[in-house]
Each structure stands twice: as C-alpha cells, then as structure tokens.
Antibody
Framework: QVQLQESGPGLVKPSETLSLTCTVS????????WSWIRQPPGKGLEWIGY???????TYIPSLKSRVTISVDTSRNHLSLRLTSVTAADTAVYYC??????????????WGQGILVTVSS | EIVLTQSPATLSLSPGERATLSCRAS??????LAWYQQKPGQAPRLLIY???NRATGIPARFSGSGSGTDFALTISSLEPEDFAVYYC?????????FGQGTEVEVK
C-alpha cells in the first residue's frame, strides 16, 4: 500500500520561499500523476497543481507566477516550491496520487498533510 | 473557473437516517465529479469518482448520482463515523475546483 508523507518547515517568514517534499513509500513515483492541494485553517480545499512523473506541471492561474512542482524519480519524491509567501498562503498542504497509473480520474491516495504558517 | 455550490451548508441528522447532499456546478462538468469526506485533522478521503463510482473500500451506503450541473451524494443510513464534512470536486475544466463543503452533524 503506497504511503505519502509531506515534510518541510512548519513556519515560513513573509516574502520567503515555502519548500515542501512529499516522500512516496511502498510504490514508485513513476507512471503516476501527482498533485499538491492546500486548505487554509477552517476553510475549503484548493488544488494548486499537478504533474505527470515525466511531464510538465500544470498550475492554477492565481499561483502560476510563484509556484513550482517537480518530481524526482531517483529519490521517489514530489516537491512544491512557493515563492514570496504571505499570510494568505498559511494552510495545510497535501500531496495526492490517483488510484490508477497514467490516469487522473480518482485521487484516492493522500498524505496526512503538513501545516505551514506564514508569519514573522 | 467552474464554481461548485453545495447545499445545505449544514445537515443535522440522527444515526440511521438518510442523508442527501447536493452539488451544483456553474456550467456542465459532464460526469467528472468526485465526492470526498473529511474529518477533523484528517486528509480528505475519496468516496465517489466520475459522479457514481465508489472508490475502493467505500461502503455501499454511499452512492453518487447526477450529470451535467446537478449532482447528489446519498448516504442511505448514517453510521456514527459518517458525521463529517463532505466536498464535491470537478475535474472537467482546469483549474479543478471544490465546493465549499457540507457538514453532516449529529442532531
């Protein structure tokens, strides 16, 4: 059973860069699509972007100028980088994978999430 | 961007009762709609994908229906562990979007 685990700093200063890693265990990162989704405290969910393990990422327009999603197949992990953060970027960040390889229909595998707070 | 509107915001029911949650899209999403359950402090859990397909391991009391702009999630008989927040999500057009959620609470 594949497991996803987000890691990274829990506190980031305004204007700095948020960097997170999603480590994949119990399965290969290859042949799958991967996503980052976030949820501000007490609010709803927002899909940040997705990437096929060997392809180019797709980002939501509102974050496109600040976000980078990448896959490292040698380390079997997914990364998220968000520059020039503000308090509005405070959220729980999740990585996720669909049920089937080569498909982005059913996003059934999620990490536990990591809370990142933007504050000085 | 497609806006998903869920109703009601809160549903107050007792265990054993039937729950019907609604999700309306601002434009057609065909059947590219999923439903998730989220409990406090936990990641969302996929229940239904492509409007009516139950994800692996999801009990048969959960069912999804609809197409185009109007969708429903039905829980036939609420179990204690079903009290949670439910989100719909569309993947018809990028950016994929979620509804604002419906909380199913104990009456």
């Amino acid at each position: 059973q594949v497991q996803l685990q987000e890691s990274g700093p829990g506190l980031v200063k305004p204007s700095e860069t948020l960097s997170l890693t999603c480590t994949v265990s119990g399965g290969s990162i290859s042949t799958y699509y991967w996503s980052w989704i976030r949820q501000p405290p007490g609010k709803g969910l927002e899909w940040i972007g997705y990437i096929y393990y060997s392809g180019s990422p797709t980002y939501i327009p509102s974050l496109k100028s600040r976000v980078t999603i990448s896959v490292d197949t040698s380390r079997n992990h997914l990364s998220l980088r968000l520059t020039s953060v503000t308090a509005a970027d405070t959220a729980v960040y999740y990585c996720a994978r669909p049920m089937a390889s080569g498909d982005y229909t059913a996003w059934s595998q999620w990490g536990q999430g990591i809370l990142v707070t933007v504050s000085s | 961007e497609i806006v998903l509107t869920q109703s009601p915001a809160t549903l107050s029911l007792s265990p054993g009762e039937r729950a019907t949650l609604s999700c309306r899209a601002s434009q057609s999403v065909s059947t590219y709609l999923a439903w998730y359950q989220q409990k406090p402090g936990q990641a969302p859990r996929l229940l239904i994908y492509d409007a009516s397909n139950r994800a692996t391991g999801i009990p048969a009391r959960f069912s999804g229906s609809g197409s185009g702009t109007d969708f429903a999630l039905t829980i036939s008989s609420l179990e204690p562990e079903d009290f949670a927040v439910y989100y719909c999500q569309q993947r018809s057009n990028w950016p994929w979007t979620f509804g604002q959620g419906t909380e199913v609470e104990v009456k």
